[in-house]
């Protein structure tokens, strides 16, 4: 290696160190589309670790979608969306984003990460104090590690922390910016407490829902339609590679709002479009959330399921009762060893590990999803509960 290369990747480079400390990173190939079942080197895995909570991504109707459209609109937007790349299909799907979220307008991005990037440039300046839960993604970190303004963190949903924060600051521009159903954890923000705290100290109030929507709500809106926010959070933020079971993003806010992203959202005006023929699809899939009531349930009866089982089982469960489940672990080590053991009887379930969460906090992220049938967690949980007992854990 260049000396130069090896200097400009320092640490990074000590990949030796990750392995030993359960750090280091692998991908796997996997050979089939998207489901509850997938194959891996021929064959077939129970999978526990994708957000295609709904099963939309390997969907007949929706694939007839795709093709329909790439043949009308062919399979590239050919531009950024203020060239010549906002395409007929973009502007159907936000004049439907924004009916289906209660928005006056909404806006498409490639994806949820260039859409919370879009907020560094788009809102926040050097007088802004930009407040987060400590567990936020890292793409709400990143937006405002990126812009002018200053990060400042939370304790997890600590309601008295967030207040005393805005306290101290609350002579700046504040901005709220919150996960909805948290990523790794699956529980939800303290919405309604802390859009009361917006209002009290004029700040404002942005939530990326990004593993609401889709699951929760009864129309299938999200975090806020569950909690009947919609006048209370000024921006929305959602992504089509969760529950839409595609990938692309959007926001749902204010005219007002959604024209500063057009104006000076960096990830907006500097990347390709997203897919025209994907814009058509997801368009479809909205009908397809609102109309999937059943799928919600079932979800919500299989969640009910696993915590039953694996209470019984001795498990340790924790607080979220929605479709993802973490189980801590501790050491990444630890997490790995757990995964791979489930990985030897056909069962994937990633081992989440820092930075992705804090320290000692490892974990085994369980996704369910309505693709599972009672069969498959009951098959999981004994499983897991298994090779736990053999570990002494
Ligand atoms: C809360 C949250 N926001 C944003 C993103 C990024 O979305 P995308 O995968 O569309 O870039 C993710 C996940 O990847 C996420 O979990």
């Known amino acids: 290696m260049r000396k130069s290369l090896r200097t400009a990747m320092g640490k990074n480079n000590d990949f030796e160190n990750l392995k030993k400390e359960g750090l280091f990173r692998e991908r796997r190939t996997i050979n089939s589309a998207q489901g509850a079942k997938i194959s891996i080197d021929g064959e077939k895995f129970l999978n526990f670790s994708s957000n295609d909570y709904l099963g939309f991504a390997n969907n007949e109707k929706l694939k007839r979608c795709m093709i329909e459209a790439i043949h009308e609109y062919g399979i590239g937007a050919g531009s950024s969306q203020l060239i010549t790349g906002h395409i007929e299909p973009h502007e159907i799907l936000e004049k439907k984003l924004s009916d289906f979220f209660n928005r006056h307008a909404?806006?498409?991005?490639?994806?949820?990460?260039?859409?919370n990037l879009a907020?560094?440039?788009a809102l926040i300046n050097k007088n802004t104090i930009i407040l987060q839960d400590k567990l936020s993604h890292a793409s709400l970190v990143d937006a405002a590690l990126l812009s002018k303004g200053k990060l400042v963190r939370y304790q997890h949903c600590d309601l008295s922390h967030l207040k005393s924060l805005l306290e101290k600051y609350k002579n700046n521009d504040l901005i709220i910016m919150t996960d909805g159903v948290f990523s790794m954890d699956g529980d939800c923000a303290p919405l309604l407490e802390i859009s009361k705290l917006c209002n009290k100290y004029h700040a404002l109030l942005i939530v990326d829902d990004a593993h609401g929507i889709g699951v929760l709500g009864g129309k299938g809106a999200g975090l806020i339609e569950e909690l009947n926010l919609e006048k209370e959070v000024d921006l929305l933020i959602g992504t089509f590679g969760k529950s839409f079971g595609a990938a692309g993003a959007?926001?749902?806010?204010?005219?007002t709002l959604i024209e500063a992203?057009?104006?000076?959202?960096?990830t907006y005006?500097?990347?390709t479009a997203l897919?025209?023929?994907?814009?058509a699809t997801i368009t479809h899939t909205l009908d397809m959330i609102e109309r999937s009531k059943n799928l919600r349930l079932h979800i919500r009866e299989l969640v009910a399921d696993y915590k039953k089982l694996s209470k019984k089982a001795g498990m340790c469960v924790g607080g979220s009762d929605n479709h993802i489940q973490p189980l801590i672990i501790g050491g990444a080590n630890e997490a790995m060893q757990i995964s791979k053991a489930l990985y030897k009887k056909n069962i994937l379930v990633s081992a989440i590990r820092p930075p992705t969460v804090p320290k000692n906090t490892s974990r085994l992220r369980i996704s369910i999803t309505a693709a599972h049938t009672k069969n498959d967690i009951s098959l999981l949980v004994k499983t897991l509960s298994k090779i736990l007992n053999e570990r002494g854990q």
Do not use: D, N
């Not at 897919?275 to 814009?279: K, M």
């Open 250 to 255: 959007f926001i749902a806010g204010s005219e």
């Open 119 to 121: 907020i560094a440039s």
């Open 275 to 279: 897919l025209p023929a994907l814009a």
């Open 261 to 266: 992203f057009i104006q000076k959202a960096r």
């Open 269 to 271: 005006i500097y990347t």
């Open 106 to 115: 909404s806006l498409v991005f490639s994806s949820g990460y260039h859409a």
